[in-house]
């Protein structure tokens, strides 16, 4: 059993612009800074983080193609396809569609290798190349709806791949797990009245987009029921995500019986992540990947494939990844998380009555996948 493994340098040079989350304006006073929160330096630590160690020894390498307009089209409608071309032609490139997500000239050509990055590891997991996948691709796509990017995101890479598992490879059922800590709005928009894919959501309630990932959003005509939303309170910790797993997301993926598991690998929910308030730790992220991947061996003969999302921490979101993938292929590196003695003991980790009662509101929905 080996574990599929997808990066290109072109993921780590995708430009964000010189705005720190929003763009530098003299009129808000919004200064200029060296770093975005979406910088693409924190995912090429990442890879970096996974070569230093060693783990990059024990991963196939994988490579990315560019998605073809065929490959967007299946998800997403010619004109967003159109604009992004467009836009990326012009000399300082221009925005997936919410004006706070920066794409630079030719930036389109990073988003279409993203987005074959997750096409690619599908297809080597569906194949049996590969037993597993950890696509760290960049820029990420969760937040793309059917006619706009937004969120960062520019084209769906985790719909994309569904697709083209569904319409390509012929698979009958695809489950997308989701855990970046903000709301998976973009396959819930796209998929929301098929059956064919499951969307599940686990995600800091109201966070981003603050006006979805509500527990009643649950799919539309044939699709009810296959989009799944578990809004938690935050401040959650691995207490609230084991649990929320555990009682919903595991239920959900026996009841529904995937043939294939795409994750939606944000580690945005890392204590250390500026832009929300939850507080998991690498370890924490090391549990949900060994909880996937025990039942993708009971549903889907084990095929899972993780699409790298959000995550901002340059610091912690290495250490995150490197425990996910460390899980998915089944090798300890040795290299302890040097992080832990510190924000391990900043607490966050106990379940709370409050997220036992949101997650148990979320679990008795369960009951409508079949
Ligand atoms: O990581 C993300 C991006 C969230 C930000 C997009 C604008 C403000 C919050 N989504 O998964
Ligand atoms: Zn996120």
Same mark, same amino acid.
């Given at each position: 059993s080996n574990t599929g493994y997808i990066w290109n340098t072109l993921y780590g040079w995708t430009d964000t612009g010189s705005g720190g989350l929003l763009p530098p304006s003299v009129e808000s006073l919004t200064q200029p800074i060296g770093h975005h929160v979406a910088h693409p330096d924190t995912k090429r630590r990442l890879h970096e983080l996974i070569s230093a160690s060693g783990l990059i020894d024990s991963l196939e390498q994988i490579d990315a193609q560019p998605a073809t307009e065929a490959d967007v089209l299946r998800v997403h409608d010619k004109a967003h396809y159109d604009r992004i071309l467009a836009e990326s032609a012009l000399p300082k490139g221009g925005d997936a569609g919410d004006g706070v997500s920066p794409f630079g000239h030719g930036g389109h050509q990073i988003a279409l290798l993203a987005a074959g990055g997750a096409i690619e590891a599908v297809r080597a997991v569906v194949a049996g190349q590969v037993s597993n996948a950890y696509a760290l691709i960049n820029p990420p796509g969760h937040h793309a709806e059917r006619s706009t990017g937004r969120g960062f995101c520019t084209f769906n890479n985790g719909a994309i791949a569904a697709a083209y598992a569904v319409e390509v490879l012929g698979l009958k059922r695809v489950a997308i797990v989701d855990w970046d800590v903000h709301h998976g709005n973009g396959a819930q928009d796209i998929? =929301?009245?098929? !059956?064919?894919v499951l969307n599940i959501s686990v995600h800091q309630d109201r966070c981003f987009p603050s006006d979805s990932g509500f527990r009643e959003e649950r799919g539309a005509g044939e699709g009810h029921g296959y989009t799944l939303n578990v809004p938690l309170p935050p401040g959650g910790g691995s207490g609230a995500y084991d649990y929320a797993f555990d009682t919903v997301v595991l239920p959900a993926l026996r009841a529904y019986k995937p043939e294939l598991i795409i994750v939606a690998s =944000?580690?945005? !929910?890392?204590?250390?992540?500026?832009l929300a308030r939850m507080m998991m730790r690498s370890e924490g992220f090391r549990g949900l990947a060994r909880k996937l991947m025990d039942c993708a061996a009971e549903?889907?003969?084990?095929?899972l494939v993780c699409l790298q999302e959000g995550g901002y921490s340059p610091i912690y979101v290495p250490f995150c990844g490197l425990a996910v993938i460390e899980e998915l292929a089944g090798v300890?590196?040795?290299?302890?998380?040097?992080y832990t003695p510190i924000l391990g003991a900043m607490g966050g980790d106990a379940l709370l009555d409050h997220e036992r009662d949101a997650i148990d509101l979320a679990a008795a929905l369960v009951a409508d996948i079949r």
């Open positions: 998929f =929301g009245d098929s !059956a064919e =944000g580690f945005d !929910a890392s204590i250390m992540d500026p549903v889907s003969q084990g095929r300890s590196t040795g290299t302890a998380d040097a």
